[in-house]
């Protein structure tokens, strides 16, 4: 699955806030013994951070709308990437343990109505971990709510 020598972990590699924000993201799931079952990351983008994800555990279903990024996502993935927006594929009530969304609610057209769908995909006792950039070229915040 994972190539540690693809172009993503070339990018992922230098740069700090990358390597950062993942950092936190590992902290957070490991604090809640995550991922387990059936996990849903959405908006993969090339796959860097599924990867990192995938290799934690869990079994993971990776949602990409953008035909290119979901190609690159699957040739680093090596697992299909479903082409669609969370709100277009319409899961089962309930279908996933953890729900990841990192920097994505900033491109949804709607965000209370995305997150309306990720609470009804997300399993009673769930987990949803999102990130969004911070505006005005300020580095990154994160914050568990």
């Not at 997150?115 to 911070?134: D, I, K, M, N």
Request: aromatic share 10%; glycine share 6%; with cysteine.
């Amino acid at each position: 699955m994972r190539k540690s020598h693809a172009w993503q972990f070339q990018v992922f590699s230098v740069s700090v806030r990358k390597r950062e924000k993942w950092r936190w993201i590992a902290s957070v799931l490991r604090k809640h013994t995550l991922p387990r079952g059936h996990c849903l990351d959405i908006g993969a983008g090339v796959g860097t951070l599924s990867a990192l994800l995938m290799n934690l555990g869990g079994a993971w279903t990776v949602l990409e709308p953008d035909p290119d990024a979901a190609r690159e996502a699957e040739a680093l993935l090596g697992v299909p990437v479903v082409r669609s927006t969370l709100q277009a594929q319409r899961f089962a009530n309930h279908a996933f343990d953890l729900v990841t969304a990192f920097d994505v609610i900033e491109h949804v057209p709607n965000p209370a109505e995305f997150l309306h769908e990720v609470a009804r995909v997300l399993a009673p006792g769930g987990f949803f971990l999102a990130t969004t950039p911070a505006a005005d070229d300020r580095p990154y915040v994160w914050r568990q709510v």
